[in-house]
């Protein structure tokens, strides 16, 4: 049984689809008039820009695309006349196609043994009765039909003609009110929404407005265009009616998807029934196709941008949903009424759920893509999103605005105990093998797939042994110039050392010869006296690490590098208990993020390295 609330919202959401439904002959020219208000809104404000009352400006707009409708229906009609006109002409040419596809497909099924359909009991019998039904005359029921007057038929005509124009007049008339009255309505919607929510309604309908505007401009260029490709490619190879087929292919492709397929089936038909042979409709639809891929996945995108706000199921959905409410209006009317709906939902809190779904872009967050994507172990796609982010970014951001946040919510799921022992290996072995991976570069991270998938130490260590495999026991070479090695030095658990090696990492991509140690590491190898070739100390921040056992490590770092600046990071996440007074009372400098730290090393590597070695020099 479904909760309370959850059936009250599912109530609520049939309700308003049978409202929608039962009311649509009076809703859809509301609609209608509402839409097309937006989307003649560009063109209304370009001609107020110029200083023409607003009033005037509507009715010269009202006027303009009145008189090009109009004109494009003429035409059209005129074409419409002269197809029927030329239609028998091509019906020898039709039916012998037609004769052609009936024996191609029914060939396969000729070839089938009669022996088949002998055994077949009661066969014979059928075959039997057929044969005499066929030799049996059968009367045929003559009916006779008065001719109908004239004036049944301008009667019938008109009530024909009548509906539709009716209605278009009805969507003209809200029309004209709506544009004259925008500012109103917009006060009334506001005034609606209660004073609390002003500016959020302004922005919705801000929103709203410039998308749909956005969206039917940019949808009726690229239509208009398309058509008039399309029309100068038929009239080149020689199909009649050329401009009929493009005025088609421009008003059919408003409908999302079906509009271009209906379009090109119709223009092979008729190149079909042109033709003798196929050659003709086979050239004319692969040019079609050819030309409506370019358009789809070329054109479009770097045209529309993102002014449609919907993702490409979303549309196909949207236009499913209202096509079975509101029929063919609603084929039309799918992606603007969606579309404001998805505006609605960045606002209205009852509407959140459709912008969820059928947002262009998700609401998760890239933090939270790539936590819920490292919990289930699909590294790959964490690191094909990262390397689109590398591309016009660094390392050190990508973790400070996407991998550092998803670990902290992947520590927050840990210690409330949502996380169980699974999910938390498969959770350490794909951040290991996505961290490996970005800081080797060009690395491929299949290859070490079997290195991390039996993970059982801290990740941070882990990719610290890697590195040590690849660049030997110091991480690279000590014969280096002076002050030209920066040090990200931690505590062994889990947290830190991590933090402390993927700076590292991020560091390293930056091309800084960037090295970790671990305070508290029990190695009883003679470390090298290099000193003098560090230049600049990174301290992780104490969030695990007792504050008197963190504070004794820096004091010994003090003492040990005393001319090397000691710089700490502190996270960004909650759960930090260290206070960031005592903390920066220890240290040189507190900085926010990796992207700071890099930006702290980067500048002064080159002239502290080379000061350093002029000095040794001397």
Not at 78 to 92: I, K, N
Not at 398 to 404: A, E, H, I
Not at 440 to 461: D, F, H, I, P, T
Not at 495 to 501: D, K, L, P, V
Request: aromatic share 6%; glycine share 8%.
């Amino acid at each position: 049984m479904l909760p309370k609330r959850s059936s009250n919202f599912l109530l609520t959401i049939l309700c308003g689809i049978a409202l929608l439904h039962f009311g649509r002959e009076v809703l859809q020219p509301i609609t209608l008039a509402l839409v097309l208000s937006l989307a003649l809104a560009p063109l209304i404000r370009a001609i107020v820009a110029l200083g023409v009352p607003r009033t005037t400006a509507t009715f010269v707009t009202l006027g303009l695309s009145i008189s090009a409708l109009v004109g494009a229906g003429v035409v059209l009609v005129a074409q419409l006349f002269a197809l029927t006109t030329d239609l028998p002409q091509y019906r020898a040419e039709i039916r012998a196609k037609l004769k052609e596809v009936q024996v191609l497909t029914e060939r396969p099924l000729a070839r089938l043994p009669t022996e088949l359909l002998e055994g077949v009991p009661g066969t014979a019998q059928s075959n039997n009765s057929l044969r005499a039904r066929r030799g049996t005359t059968q009367p045929v029921p003559v009916v006779i039909r008065e001719p109908t007057s004239t004036q049944d038929s301008l009667t019938r005509a008109i009530g024909v003609v009548s509906g539709p124009l009716g209605a278009v007049g009805l969507v003209l008339v809200l029309l004209v009110f709506v544009l004259l009255d925008q500012e109103n309505l917009r006060d009334r919607l506001v005034r609606l929404a209660g004073n609390r929510e002003v500016s959020r309604t302004l922005k919705g309908l801000e929103d709203a407005a410039q998308g749909v505007s956005s969206f039917f401009f940019s949808q009726f260029v690229v239509n208009i265009v398309f058509g008039a490709v399309i029309g100068a490619i038929l009239w080149l190879l020689g199909i009649p009616h050329a401009v009929l087929w493009a005025a088609l292919c421009a008003v059919l492709r408003f409908v999302p998807y079906i509009g271009a397929l209906i379009a090109g089936g119709a223009i092979a038909l008729f190149a079909a029934a042109v033709d003798p042979g196929w050659t003709l409709a086979l050239v004319a639809l692969g040019l079609f196709v050819a030309l409506e891929v370019v358009l789809a996945y070329v054109i479009e995108p770097r045209v529309y941008g993102h002014s449609s706000g919907m993702s490409p199921l979303a549309v196909i959905v949207s236009a499913l949903f209202w096509s079975a409410v509101w029929g063919p209006v609603g084929l039309l009317l799918a992606t603007p009424l969606t579309l404001c709906l998805v505006v609605a939902g960045r606002y209205i809190k009852v509407l959140e759920p459709v912008t969820i779904l059928l947002a262009e872009m998700p609401n998760a967050s890239a933090a939270q893509r790539f936590y819920l994507r490292a919990l289930s172990g699909d590294a790959a796609a964490i690191i094909g999103d990262a390397r689109i982010f590398l591309r016009k970014s660094t390392l050190a951001r990508y973790c400070d605005q996407v991998m550092l946040p998803g670990l902290a919510m992947a520590i927050g799921d840990l210690r409330s105990g949502h996380t169980d022992n699974a999910q938390e290996q498969r959770l350490r072995a794909t951040i290991a093998l996505v961290a490996d991976t970005l800081g080797a570069g060009k690395a491929s991270g299949r290859a070490r797939r079997l290195n991390v998938s039996m993970l059982n130490e801290s990740v941070g260590a882990h990719l610290r042994h890697l590195r040590e495999e690849r660049l030997g026991r110091w991480q690279g070479s000590l014969d280096v110039p002076a002050r030209s090695i920066v040090l990200s030095v931690g505590f062994s658990n889990i947290r830190e050392e991590f933090r402390t090696e993927l700076l590292v990492l991020a560091l390293r991509e930056g091309g800084i010869d960037a090295r970790s140690i671990m305070l508290d590491d029990d190695d009883d190898e003679t470390r090298p006296d290099a000193e003098h070739l560090v230049s600049t100390v990174f301290v992780v921040y104490p969030v695990d690490t007792p504050f008197t056992e963190w504070s004794e490590a820096v004091a010994a770092l003090r003492e040990n590098l005393p001319d090397v600046p000691l710089v700490t990071i502190r996270p960004r996440e909650d759960g930090v208990a260290a206070d960031a007074t005592q903390v920066a009372e220890r240290v040189d400098m507190v900085l926010q993020s990796f992207e700071e730290a890099l930006a702290f090393v980067a500048p002064v590597k080159a002239p502290k390295a080379t000061k350093a070695t002029k000095a040794d020099a001397g």
